[in-house]
Structure formats: C-alpha cells, structure tokens
Nanobody, 126 residues
Framework: QQQLAESGGGSAQAGESLKLSCAAS??????????LGWIRQAPGKEREGVAS???????FYTDSVKGRFTISVENTKTTLYLQLNSLKPEDTAMYYC??????????????????WGQGTQVTVSS
C-alpha cells in the first residue's frame, strides 16, 4: 500500500503564495503509468479536483486555478508538488494528494483516485 503524506499548508494573505508537497513512503510510481492529483475540500462542500499530472508529464487544471497553480513531480519521482500563487480566500480548503494507475485521460475527478494522503490545510484571508 502506497503511503502519501502532504505538507506545506498554512495561512496566507490574498495574493500570496504557498507550496504544497506530497511525499511517498516509496516511489509514487508504483504504477509504470500513473496519474497523480491534488484535490481540495472546503468546509461544507464536496471534494473538488484541482489539478493532475500523468506519467507523460501532461498536466490538467480546473478552470478556477489555471494560471495560478502549478502541479509538478520531483525528478526522483518521490514527491508531488502544488505551487499556489495569487491565492484567493476561496482557495481555503483541506488539500489532498492522490494517486492511481493511469487509464486513458488523467482526470482530476476525485472519484477516480484510489490512494490518498491525510490532507494539509490551506487558509487564505482577505
């Protein structure tokens, strides 16, 4: 069972930046072809897919974060990142990293993922 652990969350003012990390106990890529994602959940709301990246390096973003957030994978393939720039109060949520074997399109739909971290809180004040 892959272990995923997020870090890097915290409090920020609107317009500031944070960088989230997701470390695996082993290689994230227990799958030769993988899809990794970041999902967030705000209080009282459903989980929302934010971004995803596949083993080909293709990235996908939900419209509300395009141009502000960047998903990436460290070269040794043990850490997933999410750079959050130009933060807005509506970005406040618990952020989770997730993983699954790639099958077709690397959707950031939360229902598609099978491995999950415990989450890290991001709070943005105006």
């Amino acid at each position: 069972q892959q272990q995923l652990a997020e870090s890097g969350g915290g409090s920020a003012q609107a317009g500031e930046s944070l960088k989230l990390s997701c470390a695996a106990s082993g290689s994230i890529y227990m799958y030769q072809d993988y899809c990794l994602g970041w999902i967030r959940q705000a209080p009282g709301k459903e989980r929302e897919g934010v971004a995803s990246i596949d083993s080909n390096g293709d990235t996908f973003y939900t419209d509300s974060v395009k141009g502000r957030f960047t998903i990436s994978v460290e070269n040794t393939k043990t850490t997933l990142y999410l750079q959050l720039n130009s933060l807005k109060p509506e970005d406040t949520a618990m952020y989770y990293c997730a993983a699954r074997k790639l099958g077709g399109y690397c959707s950031y739909d939360p229902q598609m993922f099978v491995e999950w971290g415990q989450g890290t809180q991001v709070t943005v004040s105006s």
